[in-house]
């Protein structure tokens, strides 16, 4: 009989990783010249897509441009 597991981690389940993900977005927006309060990164940041939140913060931007923020934030992460 072959027997397997599998561990699914829903982000804070396992491994808190709350703290470094806002480590990361408040160097990247402070880079673009948005520092975040705290109550700005529960309104607008946290549970979203990358997408979603870059967009709360920054405004429609062209579809390029959000790829490379998007990319941008997760190599800091």
Request: net charge negative; aromatic share 12%; proline share 3%.
């Amino acid at each position: 009989m072959n027997s397997f597991a599998v561990i699914f981690d829903m982000d804070g389940v396992i491994v808190d990783s709350n703290p470094f993900h806002k480590i990361a977005l408040q160097q990247f927006c402070a880079k673009y010249g948005h520092a975040l309060t705290e109550a700005q990164l529960r309104e607008k940041i946290y549970g979203r897509t990358n997408k979603e939140w870059i967009t709360n913060v920054f405004g429609v931007l062209p579809e390029g441009q959000l790829q490379q923020f998007a990319e941008e934030k997760e190599q800091l992460y």
